[in-house]
């Protein structure tokens, strides 16, 4: 299953970035509060970085390990999350691009490559959580 989302943030793509991006691991639970993470490898995030997920949302804790696999500063990363739930492994590959828009507004786009559906990845919850990465990004910087 592939799902794609957007939503036009009120920032250039520098800012939307370095909230995404560079302060993920800080940041990603703010925006979705069923998740937590650790990095695992030390320094910026870049290729290679590996970092480590829980999650709740589907009632059951699950844990799994992000990496990302490519980096374009300020304009798109890839990851590859590799979940363990209670019917195995889920891999899930994840690109996400900061297109700028009228020169000071970013275009953000996530775009999920999910071998097997999972409940958890719905659109909606999707959504929602860039909806909050719009008000928090808006209202911070």
Same mark, same amino acid.
Do not use: C
């Given at each position: ?38 990095? $695992? ?7 290679? %970085? ?5 999650? %709740?949302?589907?009632? %059951? ?23 363990? *739930? ?10 996400? %691009? ?7 507004? *970013?275009? $953000? ?15 909606? $919850? ?14 911070? *910087?």
């Amino acid at each position: 299953m592939k799902i794609e989302v957007s939503v036009v943030i009120d920032r250039p793509p520098a800012v939307v970035f370095e909230f995404y991006v560079v302060n993920h691991v800080r940041n990603h639970p703010r925006w979705d509060p069923s998740i937590q993470l650790t990095q $695992l490898t030390e320094g910026p995030v870049g290729v290679g %970085t590996r970092i480590k997920r829980r999650h %709740t949302r589907v009632g %059951t804790p699950i844990e799994g390990i992000m990496e990302v696999v490519e980096l374009d500063p300020g304009k798109s990363m890839k990851a590859v999350i590799v979940d363990q *739930t209670p019917g195995g492994p889920l891999e899930v590959h994840g690109r996400v %691009t900061f297109e700028a828009v009228d020169g000071d507004r *970013t275009k $953000l786009t996530i775009e999920l490559d999910m071998p097997h559906f999972h409940s958890s990845m719905e659109p909606g $919850l999707i959504e929602g959580g860039y909806r909050r990465i719009k008000e928090l990004v808006e209202t911070e *910087t």
